[in-house]
């Protein structure tokens, strides 16, 4: 399994934006599969964001679309999720995942389906 690295977690005030990084140690090629999920103290983790590294297909949680973009470096090994408006109901650790066989469509959202992930960023949206 490659290894995750996630980094650009912070503190910030409601409406505040923050980019975050999910750097692998390999190539994310190998992974058809990329998943953004974030977990709050006492609550089940959430799927928040997911990107095929083929088309490039994105899918989103209904609770951040509009408001968060994922995108993805191939030539870095690296995919970002720049999170903006944020509100303090975003306020929890972020994880990036990846899976092999992919998972076509936005069941790719589906968080128990990854078996792999690093050891996340915090994010906490506060006044």
């Known amino acids: 399994q490659v290894q995750l690295v996630e980094s650009g977690g912070d503190s910030v005030p409601p409406g505040g934006s923050l980019r975050l990084s999910c750097a692998a140690r390999?190539?994310?090629?190998?992974?058809?599969?990329i998943l953004w999920f974030r977990q709050a103290p006492g609550k089940e983790r959430e799927g928040v964001s997911c990107?095929?590294?083929?088309?490039?297909?994105?899918y989103y949680a209904d609770s951040v679309k509009g408001r968060f973009t994922i995108s993805r470096d191939n030539a870095k090994n690296t995919i970002y999720l720049r999170m903006n408006s944020l509100k303090p109901e975003d306020t929890a650790r972020y994880y990036c995942?990846?899976?092999?066989?992919?998972?076509?469509?936005?069941?790719?959202?589906?968080?128990?389906?990854?078996?792999?992930w690093g050891q996340g960023t915090q994010v906490t949206v506060s006044s």
């Open positions: 390999g190539s994310i090629l190998d992974y058809p599969t």
């Open positions: 995942a990846t899976r092999r066989p992919p998972i076509y469509g936005n069941k790719c959202l589906r968080a128990d389906q990854y078996a792999n």
């Open positions: 990107i095929t590294s083929s088309a490039g297909d994105t």
